[in-house]
């Protein structure tokens, strides 16, 4: 049976290009970086050199980035090393407002677990409200920031819709207040969706922290980073032999830190033309959909959002047996983030931008990618309708 892949936005297949960067340091260049020795140095060579090439895929300096495991690492690294830092001294005080955090109410899961374990060890947490393409008011961000804010983490691009935020209009308004008050407020974001998929400029931006993960961007899983914009005060959640300048112990995965390297190498030649491609195959399918199946809807903005992201809903269908049947028919998408999709709730995305549960749980996200063709957008349009027709017959919603 064919099989199309249409769920990038999950994970995605590592590059043949990316494979071949790897495969010597699994069992020929297989120092450890912390070793004097040949072998070790060797290693050293091939992480610094790494960190170099990631780090000119946003605009950054090479000794700002801070290899991790995961994206899920890096923002735990993010909200709880600013949170901590900030904190010292506070930090076994009870009934003392330890700080305040900012985030929006469509983070990813670990950046909206970070926040929830921080309150319970007395911070204070404000999540934005979104409007009903999931973008933030600046100026609801504008008066929900006080005295005792230390950060802002909003998400770039949403995993689940596809809506990028004003990042840079974010930073600059952050910028203006921080001189105002004569404060520091960081300002994180993450942009595990984004990095890769379209440009990125740290210092344009205006952050202070960054998150961006290999899996997402054809390299391997098991590496990720965090921009850390120097001069930023940050406490190290994991400790031990000081690797990554002290800012994350661990012995250090380099055949996946090269293959995120050479991932980040392929990315700034090719973007471009990738996007320009990608987003004529995504429109096609927006229109498709739209025009072939009644009672379908887009989620997200429908201009501002990643160029490989389509998220609808439908009517009178629950997004789960969709995925299934066209699960049947060889192709692959999800109802939201791979993340919580085995989770029986609605997402926490779409109720954000408005949605009722029973409509929430009829939504399909398909995302394209680097090796999707438009004969599998053909095929798809052509598999969906008939889904989601036999679905409506035998639905209960009706």
């Given at each position: 049976m064919k099989r199309i892949y249409l769920d990038y936005a999950s994970t995605t297949p590592i590059d043949p290009r990316v494979w071949r960067a790897m495969s010597p340091y699994f069992n020929k260049k297989f120092g450890n970086t912390m070793s004097l020795h040949s072998f070790g140095q060797e290693a050293k060579l091939a992480l610094e050199e790494s960190r170099e090439r990631v780090a000119d895929l946003m605009g950054a300096r090479s000794n700002e980035i801070i290899f991790t495991s995961s994206a899920t690492e890096s923002n735990n690294l993010a909200l709880k090393g600013i949170a901590l830092r900030q904190a010292q001294g506070k930090l076994f005080k009870k009934d003392q407002n330890k700080g305040h955090i900012i985030i929006s109410q469509i983070e990813h899961p670990c950046i909206?677990?970070?926040a929830r374990w921080l309150e319970?060890?007395?911070f204070e947490v404000t999540r934005l409200k979104v409007n009903k393409y999931g973008l933030i008011n600046l100026k609801d961000l504008e008066k929900a920031i006080k005295k005792e804010t230390i950060l802002v983490?909003?998400?770039h691009a949403?995993?689940?819709i596809g809506t990028i935020q004003p990042i840079k209009e974010i930073g600059k308004l952050l910028q203006a207040i921080n001189h105002k008050l004569r404060a520091k407020i960081y300002?994180?974001?993450?942009a595990s969706q984004s990095f890769g998929k379209i440009p990125i400029d740290v210092n344009k931006m205006k952050v202070d922290l960054l998150t961006a993960s290999s899996h997402k961007m054809y390299g391997p899983k098991g590496a990720a980073c965090l921009y850390i914009k120097e001069g930023t005060n940050i406490e190290p959640i994991l400790h031990g032999g000081g690797q990554e300048e002290g800012m994350r112990s661990s012995t250090v995965n380099v055949p996946a830190i090269v293959g995120f390297a050479r991932a980040c190498e392929i990315c700034q030649k090719e973007m471009v033309k990738e996007v320009q491609r990608i987003i004529k195959l995504r429109n096609k399918l927006i229109k498709g959909v739209l025009e072939k199946i009644p009672n379908s809807y887009l989620n997200g903005h429908p201009k501002n959002r990643l160029p490989n992201n389509a998220n609808f809903w439908f009517k009178f269908v629950e997004g789960e047996s969709i995925v299934i049947q066209l699960d049947l028919s060889?192709?692959?998408a999800s109802t939201g983030s791979a993340?919580?999709?085995?989770?029986?709730e609605p997402s926490h995305v779409l109720l954000a931008i408005g949605l009722k549960h029973q409509e929430a749980h009829g939504s399909l996200r398909v995302s394209l990618g680097r090796f999707t063709k438009e004969k599998d957008i053909n095929y798809l349009l052509k598999v969906l309708p008939v889904v989601?027709?036999?679905l409506r017959k035998i639905s209960p919603f009706r």
């Open positions: 909206i677990e970070s319970r060890q007395g983490s909003i998400i949403s995993n689940e300002f994180h974001t993450d060889g192709i692959s993340c919580s999709s085995a989770k029986l989601i027709k036999q």
